[in-house]
């Protein structure tokens, strides 16, 4: 899923489209709209003012309410915070940063086909962390052996 962030304009806020879209073409009160959601007049208020955002539980309510999934509505928060994140000065120092791994190493990654199924252990933050893998299965059902060496825990 990609989730468009315009770079020259900030965007549409979702109280905005909630507004707009929604609670005008249905001729709804905020009062009303609040009930039927199930939250105070106040919050969904803010909600559309731009003062607060839609949370995880914001968007399962509208998109219950207005026959929309929950996704629409996080998607357009995403999309405002990102674009909020990008203008920020914090994003200036993030891009000083050094960069670990390459686009091309990502997309050679994100390419590979996903045979080996894992689970990651990690025992502490400054140590390394043990990986066990779930190796694919060879002709017959039976487990492909293992030759590497066992991991060693720190």
Avoid: C
């Avoid at 919050?43 to 607060?52: A, H, Q, T, V």
């Avoid at 629409?72 to 928060?77: K, V």
């Amino acid at each position: 899923m990609t989730i468009l962030v315009p770079t020259n304009r900030r965007p549409i806020t979702p109280g905005r489209v909630l507004r707009e879209d929604f609670l005008e073409p249905l001729k709804l009160t905020q009062g009303d709209a609040a009930e039927a959601l199930g939250v105070d007049r106040t919050s969904l208020n803010e909600l559309l003012n731009g003062r607060r955002n839609v949370t995880t539980e914001m968007a399962l309510r509208l998109g219950h309410a207005f026959g929309t999934s929950e996704q629409y509505w996080i998607n357009l928060q995403v999309a405002l915070d990102l674009f909020d994140a990008r203008q920020s000065e914090v994003a200036a120092e993030i891009k000083r940063r050094p960069v670990l791994v390459s686009k091309r190493q990502v997309t050679k990654l994100a390419t590979k086909p996903m045979n080996n199924v894992g689970k990651v252990k990690v025992f502490s933050i400054d140590r390394a962390a043990s990986v066990d893998f779930v190796q694919p299965r060879q002709k017959g059902g039976r487990a492909a052996k293992d030759n590497r060496p066992p991991l060693k825990r720190r």
